[in-house]
């Protein structure tokens, strides 16, 4: 029996939030539906990628066609 090599679906979209503990600097990464990645670093910028970030809509797309 031959071993089957390892098939990697690829990363799912979402936000990721991390470091939201006490005298940590918070960071966001949110990797959207068509594939771009933004980070933010700091209270004020992570807040504000969570607050604008909705999961599975992608802005970018709607930026594109506007053009």
Do not use: F, N
């Not at 939030?17 to 700091?42: F, M, N, S, V, Y």
């Amino acid at each position: 029996m031959s071993e089957q090599p390892a098939r990697v679906q690829g990363i799912p979209p979402g936000l990721t939030l991390r470091r939201l503990d006490r005298d940590q600097t918070p960071i966001a990464d949110w990797l959207c539906c068509c594939g771009r990645h933004e980070r933010a670093t700091g209270g004020p910028t992570v807040a504000q990628l969570a607050s604008a970030v909705i999961v599975g809509v992608c802005p970018h797309r709607e930026q594109g066609a506007a053009a």
